[in-house]
Nanobody, 118 residues
């Protein structure tokens, strides 16, 4: 079955950096675009970044452009999100899923909590 295991979150001060990782299994990872989403308390889940499967073309939410970088390792079925210049409004639980402009799967992993606070 499809599985997503997110890791790398934590507490960081404004302006700091974190690198998130997501290990995916249960589908042919190398043929699917992959995305990162986040959900802040009391808000709907939103698409943060996406990367295509072969071209590695990327897409970012306006709020994170120039600060976040999505990348993937098809050999390890892993997708990463490098987050720099973090802001308090980046605080959320971060999830990954297959897909480019929307999630392919209804299943979601446990996510990883990112808290940006001084």
């Amino acid at each position: 079955q499809v599985q997503f295991v997110e890791s790398g979150g934590g507490l960081v001060q404004p302006g700091g950096s974190l690198r998130l990782s997501c290990a995916a299994s249960g589908f042919t990872f190398s043929t699917y675009p992959m995305s990162w989403y986040r959900q802040a308390a009391g808000k709907e889940r939103e698409l943060v970044a996406a990367v295509r499967s072969v071209s590695h073309t990327t897409n970012y939410a306006d709020s994170v452009k120039g600060r976040f970088t999505i990348s993937r390792d098809n050999a390890k079925s892993t997708v990463h999100l490098q987050m720099n210049s973090l802001k308090p409004e980046d605080t959320a639980v971060y999830y990954c899923n297959a897909g480019y402009r929307g999630p392919y799967y209804d299943y979601w992993g446990q996510g990883t909590q990112v808290t940006v606070s001084s």
